[in-house]
């Protein structure tokens, strides 16, 4: 339980670049503090204290604005940025990484007892305002553009935006998902370079992370023949990356 909690908090500080430390966001993001009451509540739910998970759920309601039913099931490192609005269902399920913004609606579109909410998988992306409504799936990585209204089931890596939710941006390339994984290496999300989002630094951001990812790769490939020729020298670690080093680049991202 402590280890998740520690996650929550520097899931924060991964995709806000507002934050600054911990007492901060332990005090001042209602997000986290939603977030930590649905650990709760869920828990009580689960173990069939049904009533005392509700009361929970609503006690968090009015602190945060962010209302999540106790029966909503919740990866790890999920983070609502700034929250106001927020309503997640009782059948939702929500994977790993997963990011929402302010007014984001997570409904159903039936009164059946089964399954009536979305599932979002790991690392999807909701924007601010978006409504996704239905028992369907939002696939892993995909992103949903603010105010939104998605009724469909939206395949991997895709981006949807509009009313009713259209795709206009395909699931990533291998070179996209190199970018990403190289961007989240050096501790920042790499939201502005994707093709969708045009713009000359996004693209020479994209132009550098494609050049340290193939400069890791060659660097992996002469350190693993200098082990296995017995030579020394391969086990130094590089310089640290610090957070505020990129600043500047998260701030493009719109998180503050």
Known sequence: MLKQIKE??????????????????????????????????HWLWRRNFKQLARLIST?????????????????RRFFIDHGMGVVIGETAEIGDDVTLYHGVTLGGTSWDKGKRHPT??????????AKVLGP??????????????????????????????????????????????????IGFQAYGVSNDMPDP???????????????????????????????QGCDEKLPELKDEDFEPVKARGGND
């Open 8 to 41: 929550d908090i520097n899931s924060v500080f991964h995709r806000d670049p507002a934050a600054r430390n911990t007492l901060e966001v332990l005090l001042n993001y209602p997000g986290l503090h939603a977030v930590l009451f649905h650990r709760l509540a």
């Open 59 to 75: 006690f968090s309601r009015w602190l945060t604005g962010i209302e999540i039913h106790p029966g909503a099931r919740i990866g």
């Open 120 to 129: 979002l998988e790991d690392g999807v992306v909701v924007g601010a305002g």
């Open 136 to 185: 369907f799936t939002v696939h892993k990585d995909a992103k949903i553009g603010s105010n939104s209204v998605v009724t469909k089931e939206v395949p991997e890596g895709a981006t949807v935006v509009g009313i009713p939710g259209r795709v206009i941006g395909q699931p990533a390339t291998e070179q996209e998902k190199n970018r990403k994984e190289m961007a989240d290496k």
């Open 201 to 231: 630094v996004a693209e020479a951001i994209g132009a550098l992370l494609d050049h340290l990812h193939a400069v890791d790769g060659k660097l992996d490939r002469v350190c693993d023949n200098l082990r296995r020729q017995g030579i």
